[in-house]
C-alpha cells in the first residue's frame, strides 16, 4: 500500500511500511504477516502480526519501523563499496513478506520494492535546491518605477536513486512530487508548499539573509541541501581587475546605470600607484554590462 507508506524520519527516526496481500486470496484464516530476517537479512528484527482475520485478499497490516531495526552495515553483493546506507543501499532492498495461515500453516510469500513501497523508499533521503534572484515578470530594468525581484528557489533530486544488480540500471524513484516538500524564507518559522513545476518564488522581503532559506520534505522532515553555483571562469588576459606589474587605487565613476532593459553600466576611476607597464587600457566586458 504505497499511498500508507511513511518513509524514516530524520527527525525521530520512525517509519511505516503497510503492506496489502493483494492478489493472495483463499486459505481459511486467521493469518499470520511476518517480515523476517531470514527472509529480509537488513532486518534486526522480526516483525510479526498475527490472527488477521479472512478473507486475506481485503487485509492490510502496517509494521511500525525505527531506523535502529535495521542493519546499516548490510551490503548486497552489487553495492559492496557503498559507504552511505541510506543514500545508496537501503532505495535497493526489495520486502519479502510471509503469509501463514494459521489453520493449514500454509504459507506464500509476496515482495515490495521501488516505487511500490511508496514513500519508505525515500527514507533519511535529502533533496536538493538552488536559489536564484530574478526578475519580476513585470519589471524593467530602465524603468525605476518598474524593477522589481523576486527570490527563487528550484528543488531537484527529490526522490531516491534505486540500483538494482546488473545488468539493470540505477532510476529514480517517482513517489514523492514537489508538493511534497515545502519551503522557509524565515529560518523554519514558517513553511509553504512547493507548487507542482517544484520552482517556487516569493518576494524579496527586507534585509533579507539567504542563510534562512529551509527546504524540507514532509514526511520526513529530512532537510534538503542547496546546490551552489560554481565559480565564473577567470577573466582572459588584460582583463583581470590586478595587474601584474601594477598597483592601483578605485574610485566608484557614477552608479550602474541602464542602457537596455537588460544591459547595464558602471563607470570606476582607477588611479595607478606603481608601475609602468599598462600596454592595453583596462577593460572587462561581463554578460549584461561592461565595466571601465
Not at 523476517?36 to 502496517?62: C, D, H, T, Y
Not at 531495526?69 to 553483493?77: E, G, I, L, N, V
Not at 582572459?236 to 598597483?247: C, D, E, S
Amino acid at each position: 500500500m504505497a499511498n500508507k507508506t511513511k518513509p524514516i524520519s530524520c527527525e525521530d527516526g520512525k517509519g511505516q511500511i503497510t503492506i496489502a496481500a493483494g492478489s493472495v486470496s483463499g486459505g481459511e484464516g486467521p493469518f499470520t504477516f511476518r517480515l523476517s530476517k531470514e527472509k529480509n537479512e537488513f532486518l534486526r528484527k522480526n516483525f510479526v502480526k498475527q490472527n488477521i482475520s479472512a478473507p486475506v485478499s481485503n487485509a492490510e497490516v502496517g509494521f511500525d519501523l525505527k531506523e535502529t531495526d535495521f542493519d546499516t552495515s548490510y551490503r548486497p553483493a552489487h553495492l559492496a563499496a557503498a559507504t552511505d546506507f541510506w543514500k545508496e543501499v537501503f532505495p535497493s532492498f526489495t520486502f519479502t513478506l510471509e503469509i501463514i495461515d494459521q489453520k493449514t500453516n500454509c504459507k506464500v510469500e509476496v515482495t515490495a520494492s521501488g516505487d511500490a513501497l511508496g514513500h519508505l523508499i525515500n527514507s533519511k533521503h535529502t533533496a536538493k535546491y538552488s536559489i536564484a534572484i530574478v526578475n519580476h515578470p513585470t519589471a524593467d530594468a530602465c524603468e525605476n518605477g518598474n524593477d522589481q525581484y523576486r527570490l527563487q528557489i528550484t528543488l531537484s533530486d527529490i526522490n531516491a536513486t534505486i540500483t538494482p544488480p546488473p545488468p539493470g540500471t540505477p532510476s529514480q524513484a517517482t513517489v514523492a512530487t514537489p508538493t511534497d516538500y515545502e519551503y522557509s524564507i524565515d529560518g523554519g518559522e514558517t513553511y509553504t508548499t512547493f507548487p507542482a513545476t517544484g520552482i517556487a518564488e516569493e518576494n524579496i522581503p527586507t534585509f533579507f539573509d539567504h542563510n534562512k532559506i529551509k527546504v524540507r520534505y514532509k514526511l520526513s522532515g529530512c532537510e534538503a541541501t542547496i546546490v551552489t553555483t560554481p565559480p565564473a571562469t577567470l577573466p582572459g588576459a588584460n582583463q583581470r581587475l590586478t595587474y601584474p606589474k601594477l598597483a592601483f587605487t578605485a574610485t566608484k565613476g557614477s552608479d550602474m546605470i541602464c542602457e537596455t532593459t537588460s544591459s547595464y553600466v558602471v563607470k570606476l576611476n582607477l588611479k595607478i600607484t606603481s608601475g609602468t607597464d599598462f600596454v592595453q587600457s583596462l577593460y572587462i566586458a561581463t554578460s549584461g554590462g561592461r565595466w571601465r
